[in-house]
């Protein structure tokens, strides 16, 4: 399983971006896509995640209200749109591949650095 997370850049505070995810190569009949985010010198954190074959969601009470999770099956691509940006959103995001919202995510894709200047 090969995950590539892409979207990434500077924005200032306020502004939006939207991340995706791509999965490509072994497939699950039933797995979800977790988004995952480290700032510079803290430990990595949960942002959101949605189940790949009904759609549930989660998501980090930080982001709850400015970040929405959201997926296409045909293109195996996740997003996760940002809003409402603050500069502690400032933070290598990364995607992964797990069996349940709250589980063990078992696949890494590389990140994409997200940067929020005041």
């Known amino acids: 399983v090969q995950l590539q997370a892409s979207g990434g850049g500077s924005v200032q505070a306020g502004g939006s971006l939207r991340l995706s995810c791509v999965t490509s190569?072994?497939?699950?009949?039933?797995?979800?896509i977790g988004w995952y985010r480290q700032a510079p010198g803290k430990a990595r954190e949960f942002v959101a995640a949605?189940?790949?074959?009904?759609?549930?969601?989660d998501y980090a009470a930080s982001v709850k209200d400015r970040f929405t999770v959201s997926r296409d099956k045909d293109s195996r691509t996740t997003y996760l749109q940002m809003t409402g940006l603050k500069p502690e959103d400032t933070a290598l995001y990364s995607c992964?591949?797990?069996?349940?919202?709250?589980?063990?995510?078992?696949?890494w894709g590389p990140g994409t650095l997200v940067t929020v200047s005041s």
């Open positions: 992964a591949l797990g069996t349940s919202l709250h589980g063990v995510y078992d696949y």
């Open positions: 190569g072994r497939t699950f009949s039933r797995y979800v």
């Open positions: 949605i189940s790949w074959d009904d759609d549930s969601t």
